[in-house]
């Protein structure tokens, strides 16, 4: 009694915070199981073996080894045929070719991987083709034991609960099918996608900052003698005067001295802002680059995410001024250095000689206009990486060597042949990841062993038990889908799974249908950008607003519901 007492408590707060706070999903988690080490409930043997878990081991190996695999030319030849043919075209091939490469190797490498290529498409808008590249990367994850890290977690729950180890393809008729009718509703739904192309780049909303210097004509006249009221394409937004912050600007706001003036509006329009006398714009050495700009997208593994620019110092890191951010069409607030920045933040730049000469630009970009950022293997070397990789997974189909054992010793030779650099293995290394998912699995054995899981499907029984086997595991699948769009896919499968395969035991029936709702339910991230990764990657890349992902992704999401909840019990009776 006492262990459910303490472990029901750690987990209230755990779902708590996940829910209700922005922290680091990996920090509640390593917290979580650190606080039930604290109480007695798990020795630390225990404790440190969930780090160890096979699933979780393959998980990262897959990451590393496809390091090399998106350098390959696979990718490359992907990347220069998305231009041809028609728009339905482009985006059937893109999609096909995405869930294809996301069957078997990360999908966030694969749309960083393409993103570049999409955004440069000098046959069809970007925002035509960043979402569906995004949704059909997450339905291509879900076709193979490998595809997505939610597969091979939640079969690390299952083997941890007594259950056989899933399948490779154990995943894939179910996957296969949402993928059809995915295709079928991204290519019905397209043409509800803004077309944010040339035409339209007057409305992109980057977030532009001015400063009042000392011998400006502007000061001491209101913001409409300065002509700063209409001016196109921009829109005065905000001041900043010292510590004070003046939002809803009216024509009669004098100007003083110092104040930084928040401009919305088209990047075009810097040369504009430069001709009014004493507003500079970009400072310093950076200045005679302001018809020079570049754009930059931050990548999901910068070290900068959650950080400032004031705090990165970014102009010292990467010898570039930042004169302007946009994040999709969210109006951002405060001075360009107090922006925190998140992945998928597209920054206006105005670099110097140096900035194109930095090594670490892949790492802290996705995409830099006018640059190709991905090393690309010589053709030889390319195809001994996509050989090396086929031969571990048909070795590991066939039961004749591990998974582990077969990327561990493909790893090796990557790194030896140099098709993988050391640093680049310690900048992916998904640090995160392990300890979520090595905490969550250690999480969901003391829910099963503690019998706390069996006293919530008890009184989820209560609730449910009339509407039999089939009612409990849509109720369980659209819990998860729920879970997976407010917060992380691996966090939703992590307090998901335990609840699921207590039910399928007090229903007395086979657990496998209420494991897989877990897994295609962790997928389901489709409404919003800030459910999944990819889906903020190409958030401000497109241009996109939240309103298309909800005008694409709300019957996208219905559509991939309903064939799963029709499929899963088709192919993996109770």
Same mark, same amino acid.
């Given at each position: 009694?006492?262990?459910?007492?303490?472990?029901?408590?750690?987990?209230?707060?755990?779902?708590?915070?996940?829910?209700?706070?922005?922290?680091?999903?990996?920090?509640?988690?390593?917290?979580?199981?650190?606080?039930?080490?604290? +109480?007695?409930?798990?020795?630390? @043997?225990?404790?440190?073996?969930?780090?160890?878990?096979?699933?979780?081991?393959? $998980?990262?190996?897959?990451?590393?080894?496809?390091?090399?695999?998106?350098?390959?030319?696979?990718?490359?030849?992907?990347?220069?045929?998305?231009?041809?043919?028609?728009?339905?075209?482009?985006?059937?091939?893109?999609?096909?070719?995405?869930?294809? &490469?996301?069957?078997?190797?990360?999908?966030?490498?694969?749309?960083?991987?393409?993103?570049?290529?999409?955004?440069?498409?000098? !046959?069809?808008?970007?925002? %035509?083709?960043?979402?569906?590249?995004?949704?059909?990367?997450?339905?291509?994850?879900?076709?193979?034991?490998?595809?997505?890290?939610?597969?091979?977690?939640?079969?690390?729950?299952?083997? @941890?609960?007594?259950?056989?180890?899933?399948?490779?393809?154990?995943?894939?008729?179910?996957?296969?099918? +949402?993928?059809?009718?995915?295709?079928?509703?991204?290519?019905?739904?397209? %043409?509800?996608?803004?077309?944010?192309?040339? %035409?339209?780049?007057?409305?992109?909303? #980057?977030?532009?900052? =001015?400063?009042?210097?000392?011998?400006?004509?502007?000061?001491?006249?209101?913001?409409?003698?300065?002509?700063?009221?209409?001016?196109?394409?921009?829109?005065?937004?905000?001041?900043?005067?010292? *510590?004070?912050?003046?939002?809803?600007?009216?024509?009669?706001?004098?100007?003083? *001295?110092?104040?930084?003036?928040?401009?919305?509006?088209?990047?075009?329009?810097?040369?504009?802002?430069?001709?009014?006398?004493? &507003?500079?714009?970009?400072?310093?050495?950076?200045?005679?680059?302001?018809?020079?700009?570049?754009?930059?997208?931050?990548?999901?593994?910068?070290?900068?995410?959650?950080?400032?620019?004031? @705090?990165?110092?970014?102009?010292?890191?990467?010898?570039? /001024?930042?004169?302007?951010?946009?994040?999709?069409?969210?109006?951002?607030?405060? =001075?360009? =250095?107090?922006?925190?920045?998140?992945?998928?933040?597209?920054?206006?730049?105005?670099?110097?000689?140096?900035?194109?000469?930095?090594?670490?630009?892949?790492? @802290?970009?996705?995409?830099?206009?006018?640059?190709?950022?991905?090393?690309?293997?010589?053709?030889?070397?390319?195809?001994?990486?996509?050989?090396?990789?086929?031969?571990?997974?048909?070795?590991?189909?066939?039961? &004749?060597?591990?998974?582990?054992?077969?990327?561990?010793?493909?790893?090796?030779? $990557?790194?030896?042949?140099?098709?993988?650099?050391?640093?680049?293995?310690?900048?992916?290394?998904?640090?995160?990841?392990?300890?979520?998912?090595?905490?969550?699995?250690?999480? /969901?054995?003391?829910?099963?062993?503690? =019998?706390?899981?069996?006293?919530?499907?008890?009184? &989820?029984? /209560?609730?449910?038990?009339?509407?039999?086997?089939?009612?409990?595991?849509?109720?369980?699948?659209?819990?998860?889908?729920?879970? !997976?769009?407010?917060?992380?896919?691996?966090?939703?499968?992590?307090?998901?799974?335990?609840?699921?395969?207590?039910?399928?035991?007090?229903?007395?029936?086979?657990?496998?249908?209420?494991?897989?709702?877990? /897994?295609?339910?962790?997928?389901?991230?489709?409404?919003?950008? #800030?459910?999944?990764?990819?889906?903020?990657?190409?958030?401000?890349?497109?241009?996109?607003?939240?309103?298309?992902?909800?005008?694409?992704?709300?019957?996208?999401?219905?559509?991939?519901?309903?064939?799963?909840?029709?499929?899963?019990?088709?192919?993996?009776?109770?």
């Amino acid at each position: 009694m006492y262990d459910q007492l303490v472990l029901s408590g750690i987990m209230v707060v755990l779902v708590g915070c996940l829910f209700g706070t922005r922290l680091n999903p990996a920090w509640l988690f390593v917290g979580a199981i650190c606080t039930a080490y604290l +109480a007695g409930l798990i020795s630390l @043997e225990n404790m440190l073996s969930n780090y160890a878990n096979p699933s979780l081991i393959t $998980l990262v190996l897959l990451i590393l080894v496809s390091i090399a695999v998106e350098k390959t030319t696979l990718i490359q030849y992907l990347a220069r045929s998305l231009a041809n043919g028609s728009l339905n075209r482009s985006v059937l091939k893109l999609g096909v070719s995405t869930a294809f &490469l996301s069957s078997f190797t990360n999908n966030t490498a694969v749309v960083a991987s393409l993103i570049s290529a999409v955004k440069d498409s000098q !046959t069809h808008s970007p925002s %035509k083709l960043l979402l569906p590249l995004s949704y059909t990367a997450i339905l291509g994850g879900t076709l193979t034991l490998i595809g997505t890290s939610t597969n091979l977690i939640v079969n690390g729950f299952a083997v @941890e609960a007594g259950m056989a180890p899933l399948g490779f393809f154990d995943f894939t008729l179910v996957g296969l099918g +949402a993928l059809l009718v995915g295709l079928i509703t991204i290519m019905v739904m397209l %043409k509800y996608l803004p077309d944010n192309g040339k %035409k339209n780049q007057e409305v992109v909303p #980057f977030y532009l900052e =001015g400063k009042v210097q000392a011998d400006s004509k502007l000061i001491g006249r209101t913001v409409e003698e300065n002509g700063l009221r209409d001016l196109k394409a921009l829109f005065l937004a905000e001041i900043i005067r010292g *510590e004070r912050r003046i939002c809803a600007v009216t024509p009669q706001q004098e100007i003083l *001295e110092g104040d930084v003036l928040l401009f919305v509006g088209d990047i075009h329009s810097v040369p504009l802002l430069q001709r009014f006398d004493g &507003l500079k714009v970009v400072h310093d050495k950076h200045e005679k680059d302001v018809n020079h700009l570049v754009e930059v997208v931050i990548s999901q593994s910068s070290k900068f995410l959650g950080k400032t620019v004031k @705090e990165v110092r970014f102009r010292e890191q990467f010898h570039a /001024a930042v004169i302007a951010i946009r994040r999709g069409h969210d109006r951002l607030q405060g =001075g360009l =250095g107090h922006v925190q920045l998140q992945a998928g933040d597209s920054l206006i730049l105005a670099p110097s000689e140096q900035f194109y000469e930095l090594p670490n630009l892949k790492r @802290e970009f996705v995409y830099i206009s006018g640059l190709d950022l991905q090393t690309h293997l010589a053709p030889k070397q390319s195809n001994m990486v996509m050989a090396g990789f086929v031969a571990v997974l048909a070795f590991s189909v066939f039961d &004749l060597v591990p998974m582990v054992k077969g990327l561990m010793v493909l790893l090796l030779a $990557l790194c030896l042949s140099g098709a993988i650099k050391v640093n680049e293995m310690k900048r992916r290394f998904p640090v995160d990841l392990v300890a979520i998912v090595g905490s969550a699995i250690g999480l /969901a054995k003391l829910m099963i062993d503690t =019998g706390l899981a069996a006293q919530i499907s008890a009184g &989820l029984f /209560a609730v449910l038990g009339d509407f039999g086997p089939y009612g409990a595991f849509i109720a369980i699948f659209l819990m998860t889908v729920l879970f !997976t769009e407010l917060i992380t896919n691996n966090a939703a499968a992590a307090l998901s799974f335990p609840v699921a395969y207590a039910l399928a035991v007090g229903f007395g029936v086979n657990p496998l249908p209420f494991v897989m709702a877990v /897994a295609f339910g962790a997928s389901a991230s489709f409404i919003s950008p #800030f459910g999944y990764q990819t889906n903020l990657m190409v958030y401000s890349a497109g241009n996109y607003r939240v309103r298309d992902y909800v005008a694409m992704g709300l019957p996208l999401s219905v559509v991939y519901c309903i064939t799963v909840l029709t499929l899963i019990p088709m192919v993996f009776p109770f």
